[in-house]
T-cell receptor
Framework: DSGVTQTPKHLITATGQRVTLRCSPR?????VYWYQQSLDQGLQFLIQ???????AKGNILERFSAQQFPDLHSELNLSSLELGDSALYFC???????????FGSGTQLSVL | DAKTTQPNSMESNEEEPVHLPCNHS???????IHWYRQLPSQGPEYVIH???SNVNNRMASLAIAEDRKSSTLILHRATLRDAAVYYC?????????????FGTGTLLAVQP
């Protein structure tokens, strides 16, 4: 158990819908990261937050947004969902922006 | 971002040492070499990282070439639990961001 909690574990929805994925980092970790893993794209870095502020951005679509709240948990919002958004979404946390990452077990999103 | 090259797959026998190579000929002076692994149906987990000198921890050893253009992750005695995808990643350390970019990695199969 990495100490990073992601909910829900599975999510099934339809095209055009909007969903929110939630991540609770390890106790004491200030930095949160979101990754998307699909069969054809591998693990893709989406975005990083540190203590509530956005620190780095990767290949995150405009339809996706994220934030980190004062209690340090983070949410990833995916809107206008398409079939191609079906993937495993991982959250990771670290104590500092440059420290090793601890990953959660992921949220499996299926868009039908 | 500097790139790494790893073999797509490798095979090992249980209780034998495994040497997983990684080439990174465009590595910069501030890039650390990170290794993560992803077991089936789990999020990635940190294995080891280093800059110039060889590194050891309870999971593995990291041997870094003198010119830093290649490195090798060494599992001293492979177990069935070590079957996973191993990722070699370059990233600066000590900076304000930690945008670990995962490649395709090496799929390690361990035979009993």
């Amino acid at each position: 158990d990495s100490g990073v909690t992601q909910t829900p574990k599975h999510l099934i929805t339809a095209t055009g819908q909007r969903v929110t994925l939630r991540c609770s980092p390890r106790s004491g970790d200030l930095s949160v990261y979101w990754y998307q893993q699909s069969l054809d794209q591998g693990l893709q870095f989406l975005i990083q937050y540190y203590n509530g502020e956005e620190r780095a951005k990767g290949n995150i679509l405009e339809r996706f947004s994220a934030q980190q709240f004062p209690d340090l948990h983070s949410e990833l919002n995916l809107s206008s969902l398409e079939l191609g958004d079906s993937a495993l979404y991982f959250c990771a946390s670290s104590v500092a922006p440059n420290a090793k990452l601890f990953f959660g077990s992921g949220t499996q999103l299926s868009v039908l | 971002d500097a790139k790494t090259t790893q073999p797509n797959s490798m095979e090992s026998n249980e209780e034998e040492p495994v040497h997983l190579p990684c080439n990174h000929s465009t590595i910069s002076g501030t890039d650390y070499i990170h290794w993560y692994r992803q077991l089936p149906s789990q999020g990635p987990e940190y294995v080891i990282h280093g800059l110039t000198s060889n590194v050891n921890n309870r999971m593995a050893s990291l041997a870094i070439a003198e010119d830093r253009k290649s490195s090798t992750l060494i599992l001293h005695r492979a177990t069935l639990r070590d079957a996973a995808v191993y990722y070699c990643i370059l990233e600066g350390y000590g900076g304000a961001t930690n945008k670990l970019i995962f490649g395709t990695g090496t799929l390690l199969a361990v035979q009993p």
